[in-house]
């Protein structure tokens, strides 16, 4: 797999280049943030027409994701819709796709900021789910170890020779992972943003999505 292999808490975790998270042991993939639906809502209170094909776009690299894990359970880390409107109208299609996706395995919804969690789907539908020696919840919360969560949408900028690239990215310490947002269409926040400076030790580490994943410290 495409992926840089790290560990929190002591649990061997990798961090796919397209923004999942995979924990080999436990044959568990996690995915965060993927607003499904954010066409649709934008375009609902009155914003621009975009192209509608990022819900396509995320159900195929998370079906690729599963393809090339073959997960025996998976867990949504929060905000899976854009919003709770978006969930109860996603189209039949999607919906059927999404039913396919989870059959034969174990799956969970973690309530994001956004939605309430997509009840009308097939799965579990928890607050945070705590998984010894890790805990998942959509928001990070200061203090705690062994956590992984989502909500913040890291972003990394890079200068290269040539141009700066800016790139979603996991953020690691010994205590926690932040997790990029897994969605198509979704914006995010320099890990430089106070926020994020406070929640992630000094001696943190960024890894940039992509095709090839890269590890470096976390700038700041």
């Avoid at 061997?12 to 999942?20: C, H, M, V, W």
């Avoid at 409107?85 to 999404?98: C, K, Q, S, V």
């Avoid at 979704?186 to 580490?205: I, Q, Y």
């Amino acid at each position: 797999m495409n992926g840089i292999d790290f560990s929190v808490a002591g649990a061997g975790l990798t961090a796919l280049g397209s923004g999942a998270l995979w924990w080999a042991e436990q044959r568990l993939l996690v995915v965060s943030d993927l607003h499904l639906g954010k066409t649709e809502r934008i375009l609902r209170r009155g914003g621009p027409s975009l192209p509608p094909y990022e819900t396509r776009d995320t159900l195929i690299r998370l079906e690729n994701d599963l393809n090339a894990t073959n997960a025996a359970t998976v867990i949504c880390l929060g905000d899976s819709f854009d919003d709770a409107e978006a969930a109860r109208t996603l189209p039949e299609a999607d919906r059927l796709w999404i039913n396919r996706l989870q059959a034969g395995r174990r799956w969970v919804w973690i309530e994001g900021n956004h939605d309430p969690g997509p009840i009308d789907l097939a799965g579990t539908h928890l607050v945070e789910l705590p998984l010894s020696p890790l805990t998942f919840r959509h928001i990070a919360e200061s203090g705690k170890s062994g956590e992984i969560s989502g909500h913040y949408h890291p972003k990394v900028r890079v200068q290269t020779r040539l141009r700066s690239i800016t790139r979603p990215a996991f953020l690691i310490d010994s205590d926690r992972v932040i997790m990029p947002a897994y969605g198509t269409y979704t914006g995010g926040l320099r890990s430089s943003e106070d926020v994020l400076n406070t929640l992630m030790r000094p001696e943190a580490t960024a890894i940039l999505t992509g095709q090839t994943p890269r590890m470096m410290p976390m700038p700041r």
